[in-house]
């Protein structure tokens, strides 16, 4: 019985020691794979580019110093670029000889203020070449957006990497479209990793920023939305229509109004407030406060603005780790408008 018995105790320990090895191999390769797609880190440029913040913060407030409006296009350049093929910068590509790339899809047209970006990738390239991609570029001058306009300054992680790649339709399936009801937005964020509590709180980013008479068009035509605060739907079509020398669905393209009309220059949660009041500018702002799965989210954001601002920046930093290249993926572009020219494939190369 005690030869069984330590035959045993020995095939135990061997089975304890394959076990062990099996897991220091399972390690390396979860380390191998962590060192080649590597994860975002809040302290990624610490050693490789330390101006980052600085540059960032100092470049986009010196135009809000000229312009009140500026930070929220940059805003909304992380938006428009986290929710299409993920945070790769690839909204930023100019289009090709061969592809319309996304900034030139017909949901981007509002988009703006990428010389600012440019401008920013120009000063780090001098100081930091080759280092930041402009993937963390815009989620950082995001934050520095924020913060400008009067919000918290979130830590975001870091550590993107810049798309080789930038479609036009792609945008169009996945942005969020201003006509969706609460029910299409769902079916866009659970596409992107995202659920309902992300939904609400971020479009308390329209709390700044603004918006375009196309935007609001299935609400102004063919019939008047009565869901508009008294008054305020006739002088958005008024406005819009210039007059009333333009006829509807024809809208003034150059037309703009201000998402939030009461602190449309402050990040804070006014957004959801005005949605009580009927203030909501787009069909997917005010189906917020109708439908009963949000409703209860925005009276609470209306009424607790430190709980939308720290959930906004749960969720804003949960959007900016959709589909990231990270580690060997990618590249790091040296301007931002176009892909390295030094491309193994030539389907890239920005000169064909």
Not at 7 to 26: D, G, H, P, Y
Not at 206 to 232: E, N, V
Not at 304 to 329: D, H, P, W, Y
Request: one cysteine or more; hydrophobic letters at 40%.
């Amino acid at each position: 019985m005690s030869g069984f018995v330590h035959e045993f105790m020995k095939l135990a320990a061997i089975w304890v020691l394959c076990q062990s090895l099996v897991c220091v191999a399972a390690s390396r390769l979860q380390l191998n794979a962590d060192n080649h797609h590597p994860a975002l880190r809040f302290d990624f440029y610490k050693e490789s580019c330390p101006q980052l913040d600085q540059i960032v913060n100092e470049t986009v407030a010196y135009y809000n110093s000229q312009d009140p409006t500026t930070p929220a296009p940059l805003l909304r350049l992380l938006f428009h670029d986290c929710f299409v093929q993920g945070c790769d910068a690839s909204v930023l590509i100019n289009t090709s000889k061969k592809i319309v790339a996304e900034k030139d899809a017909d949901i981007n047209f509002s988009l703006g203020n990428f010389f600012i970006i440019d401008e920013i990738k120009h000063k780090l390239e001098q100081v930091c070449p080759d280092t930041v991609s402009c993937a963390d570029v815009l989620a950082v001058t995001a934050v520095y957006s924020i913060k400008l306009a009067g919000g918290p300054l979130y830590p975001i992680e870091l550590g993107r990497r810049d798309a080789l790649t930038s479609y036009a339709p792609s945008s169009q399936v996945g942005m969020p479209a201003f006509h969706l009801n609460v029910s299409g937005l769902l079916e866009n964020f659970k596409s992107a990793g995202l659920d309902i509590v992300d939904l609400v709180a971020l479009s308390g980013g329209h709390t700044i920023g603004q918006g375009h008479c196309k935007s609001i068009a299935d609400r102004l035509y063919p019939k008047l939305d009565p869901q508009y605060k008294m008054g305020l739907g006739k002088e958005l079509l008024r406005q819009c229509t210039d007059n009333g020398t333009l006829h509807a669905p024809h809208f003034d393209p150059d037309y703009q109004y201000f998402i939030d009309p009461v602190t449309p220059l402050v990040f804070d949660n006014q957004y959801f407030k005005n949605l009580g009041s009927k203030l909501g500018l787009f069909t997917s702002d005010k189906d917020l406060f109708h439908d009963p799965r949000t409703i209860q989210l925005v009276e609470h954001y209306a009424t607790n603005q430190t709980a939308f601002f720290e959930q906004f920046g749960i969720s804003l930093r949960k959007m900016g780790r959709i589909n990231v290249l990270t580690g060997t993926q990618g590249q790091i572009r040296k301007q931002c408008w176009v892909r390295n020219s030094h491309n193994a494939d030539p389907t890239f190369d920005p000169d064909k």
